[in-house]
């Protein structure tokens, strides 16, 4: 059980990014306003209610622990895991996507399995 504290991934900051971004040009700031209240609110739930998002991912990725929990109003998973310190988003994904093919794509799945990413080149 988690003290209640969510944090999150630079992965899931871009994920962000990228869905305000195309909100705000296709949609404009309302839709944008709405879905930044929905995805404070799921995360709010998730701080309380760690274990809500199902486990699916977990058997298709083989990526330990790892949650998924929709959005209400809005087209997105928040991809998660309930670590000893906080609950932790990795992702936040739009469900048309592969999501299963987006999380095994990523350095998550490289963490999960016990080896990190590659270092940066250094020029």
């Known amino acids: 059980m988690t003290a209640g504290r969510v944090v999150s991934t630079r992965r899931a900051d871009e994920d962000i990014d990228g869905a305000v971004a195309r909100y705000l040009g296709e949609a404009g700031p309302p839709v ?8 404070q609110h799921a995360m709010s739930r998730l701080a309380a209610y ?7 991912f977990e058997l ?5 622990d790892i949650r998924a929990f929709p959005l209400r109003n809005h087209p997105y998973l ?13 992702r936040v994904l739009h469900t048309r996507r592969d999501i299963a093919a987006a999380l095994t794509e990523s350095d998550l799945t490289a963490r999960a399995r016990g ?8 020029d």
């Open 78 to 90: 928040v991809i998660y895991t309930d670590d000893p310190d906080a609950v932790r988003v990795h």
């Open 115 to 122: 080896r990190a990413s590659p270092p940066a080149p250094v």
């Open 50 to 56: 760690p274990s809500l998002g199902s486990a699916r």
């Open 60 to 64: 298709v990725t083989e990526i330990p």
């Open 32 to 39: 944008v306003i709405a879905f930044i209240d929905d995805l």
